[in-house]
């Protein structure tokens, strides 16, 4: 092989090699589940919240939130946020926003990284005792 030949040849080997790199771990979408009390005082293990439904903001204590990412590549661990506003059919929000302070909410969404709107998917309200 020629000098120009052996040259253009290993220049293809490093393009081919430094291609082969892995593509970059992006999340695309999350599904969200929030569960605890639309009420401001009270245990919250996983943290108070603040939640967004039909205009009016709403205090929320997690007893339980799980975030589950959608990821192209990879495995990129989701990081819970602790906003979110809720969009979704009327009667999903208005079940949240009538739920009292003693009733536990579950709420099931999805979510994509960089918006605070959590698309409601279910919400299931549970009278207390």
């Known amino acids: 092989m020629s000098r120009p030949g052996a040259i253009l040849a290993a220049i293809l080997f490093a393009v081919a090699v430094a291609s082969a790199h892995e593509p970059p771990k992006t999340t695309t979408r999350e599904l969200v589940r929030l ?29 339980d939130r799980r975030v589950f990412g959608l990821v192209v590549e990879g495995d990129a661990a989701p990081k819970p946020a602790d906003r979110y506003a809720l969009q979704g059919p009327r009667a999903l929000l208005a079940r949240f926003a009538g739920a009292g302070p003693g009733d536990t909410v579950s709420i099931l969404g999805e979510h994509h990284p960089g918006s605070e709107d959590l698309f409601v998917l279910a919400v299931d309200v549970c009278p207390g005792r």
Request: net charge positive; aromatic share 6%; proline share 7%.
């Open 35 to 63: 569960q605890g009390f639309r009420r401001a005082d009270g245990d919250a293990p996983a943290g108070r919240m603040t939640l967004r439904a039909l205009g009016v903001e709403q205090p929320f204590a997690a007893t």
